[in-house]
């Protein structure tokens, strides 16, 4: 079974780019969530979904970050512009809601880094 | 205070050795607990739930103590393969399992 695919798995560019990341979640899970990953802040949640609609987007981090779910199978995370401060380790994840587990099934994530 | 917070380590510990980690969580509404396991440069993977009686499996034994709001998660004859990062996870309020707040991991090496 695939998991949960992403990509770029490494994307380097310069500070005032746009950089998109792409997600593709397992198929029939109903939840798509971005995070992501600093040494010093550990994972942060930045925004889910249900049933391709945002629910909770407090944790992204500000206007220059957008994430849309046009359908069930992809998602992207953009950021424009830009800044050195947002290299980071970008985690797609997905969970379906029926198996009442709580678990997590992450891709592979996406190593970001702005110079 | 953060959500979640862990000793960052590294334990070091031999191979056959038992070692346990603690993890503190500051929303006592919190209802569901859980212990990730993260390789270097790879995903987290969910390691295992933990529940209010304790739970064990195999090597790995998880424990909850609300009132003082900590997690433990103990192994046993440790291996060369447990060196990893262990991420305590624990759901933010009244969000169910939709919105996981993860700490920033224990780093255990163990060595031959």
């Known amino acids: 079974d695939a998991g949960v695919i992403q990509s770029p798995r490494h994307e380097v560019t310069e500070m005032g780019q746009e950089v998109t990341l792409r997600c593709k979640p397992i198929s029939g899970h109903d939840y798509l969530f971005w995070y992501r990953q600093t040494m010093m802040r550990g994972l942060e949640l930045l925004i889910y979904?249900?049933?391709?609609?945002?629910?909770?987007d407090s944790g992204m981090p500000e206007d220059r970050f957008s994430a849309k779910m046009p359908n069930a199978s992809f998602s992207t995370l953009k950021i424009q512009p830009s800044e050195p401060r947002d290299s980071a380790v970008y985690f797609c994840a997905s969970r379906v809601e029926v198996r009442n587990t709580g678990e997590l099934f992450f891709g592979e994530g996406s190593r970001l880094t702005v110079l | 205070r953060k959500e979640v917070e862990q000793d960052p380590g590294p334990f070091n510990v031999p191979e056959g050795a038992t070692v346990a980690f603690n993890c503190t969580y500051s929303?006592?509404?919190?209802?569901?607990f859980f212990w990730y396991r993260q390789d270097c440069r790879k995903e987290p993977k969910l390691l295992m739930s933990v529940y209010s009686s304790g739970n064990e499996d195999g090597r790995f034994t998880a424990q909850l103590n609300r009132a003082s709001q900590y997690i433990s998660l103990l192994i046993r004859d440790s291996k060369l393969s447990d060196s990893a990062t262990y991420l305590c996870v624990v759901n933010a309020r009244n969000t169910g399992f939709q919105k996981l707040v993860f700490g920033t991991g224990t780093r255990l090496l163990v060595s031959p």
């Open positions: 929303n006592s509404a919190s209802q569901s």
């Open positions: 979904f249900n049933n391709n609609v945002p629910i909770d």
